[in-house]
Structure formats: structure tokens, C-alpha cells
């Protein structure tokens, strides 16, 4: 059963989803605390580089199936048109100001 995204508790990572699904980059960086960063299957990665190839080029796509450690961490079905669909985790780290300062990404 998915999850809406409006009703995703924590509201950084609403926003985050929101952005992934709309393709809005601009959004998606508004979102990030200066310096963050970000793993994918642990190990940490280039945050520009892998948002540019795993999201945005390629049409990324969340579909989140469940969430837990007050909505700042995720299950969910993520597609883009370089891997098709996988399920995948993603946990969050926002600051006191609620801008995302890392987030990691992997197979679930």
C-alpha cells in the first residue's frame, strides 16, 4: 500500500519526495543544507554527480511503501529509466533549520 506523499509526517523529506517526483531540481537543492551529503548502498558518493545521473536525467520516481523514525526513514519503490524499479531504503538526517544535511539511499 503507497503511502500519498502529502501525508508523509516529516515535512523536509515531504518536500524531498515532492521534488524527486516533479523533477524540480531547484526545489530539490532549496531542500539540502549547505555541505550535505549523501550515501548510496554505503558508500558515500559525489551528492551533485548522483542526483544529476540517478534522479533528474534519468526521470527518478519514489513510490514510498512505508516509513518510520518519525517519517525520516523510508521504504519505497524508486524507478528511473536507467534501472527500472527496485525497492529501496532511505533514511535522513535534517538539521534544526529543516534542510536535509545527508541522506543515504540503497537496496532494501
Known amino acids: 500500500m503507497t503511502i500519498q506523499t502529502t501525508r508523509l509526517s516529516d515535512p523536509a523529506v515531504r ?7 516533479a523533477h524540480d531540481r531547484e526545489a530539490f537543492l532549496a531542500l539540502l543544507a ?6 548510496d548502498d554505503g558508500s558515500d558518493r559525489d551528492l551533485d554527480e548522483w542526483i544529476d545521473r540517478e ?26 529509466d536507467t534501472w ?3 525497492r529501496t531504503r ?16 540503497g537496496q532494501a
Request: hydrophobic share 35%; net charge negative.
Open 55 to 80: 534522479i533528474f536525467s534519468s526521470h527518478g520516481h519514489l513510490e514510498v511503501d512505508n516509513e518510520s523514525g518519525g517519517g525520516r526513514r523510508l521504504l519505497a519503490r524508486y524507478s528511473n
Open 34 to 39: 549547505p555541505g550535505a551529503t549523501m550515501a
Open 15 to 21: 518536500a524531498f519526495v515532492t521534488a524527486v517526483n
Open 84 to 86: 527500472g524499479e527496485m
Open 90 to 105: 532511505w533514511s535522513f538526517t535534517v538539521d534544526d533549520d529543516g534542510r536535509i544535511s545527508r541522506f543515504e539511499t
